[in-house]
């Protein structure tokens, strides 16, 4: 499945962003979709996930009741909504789908910037 993210860029503390991700290639029945976040010089981490045919969410602590991941099965498209935003948010953000147990499917990042 091919990954396509978009949605990035600057915004002000306290605003809004919606990252877009569309996937082709196959449909996303059976599988994970997640966001991720990579600052320089840190490792990846997660932020939020959706199982695509139950719709069941998982989100990382620092983004818990600020961002909401969804999806839309017409458009095979998953978003991160986010809301709240602080500098600590500034990342470079990665979607990905999990077909079994892994991370296999990677989108190339779209560059979040979040300034105080």
């Known amino acids: 499945v091919q990954l396509q993210a978009s949605g990035g860029g600057l915004v002000r503390a306290g605003g809004s962003l919606r990252l877009s991700c569309a996937a082709s290639?196959?449909?996303?029945?059976?599988?994970?979709m997640g966001w991720f976040r990579q600052v320089p010089g840190k490792e990846r981490e997660f932020v939020a996930s959706?199982?695509?045919?139950?719709?069941?969410?998982d989100y990382a602590d620092p983004v818990k009741g600020r961002f909401t991941i969804s999806r839309d099965n017409a458009k095979n498209t998953v978003y991160l909504q986010m809301s709240d935003l602080k500098p600590e948010d500034t990342a470079v953000y990665f979607c990905a789908a999990k077909p079994s147990n892994r991370w296999d499917n990677w989108g190339q990042g779209t560059l979040v910037t979040v300034s105080s």
């Open positions: 290639g196959r449909t996303l029945s059976g599988f994970a």
């Open positions: 959706i199982w695509w045919s139950s719709g069941v969410t």
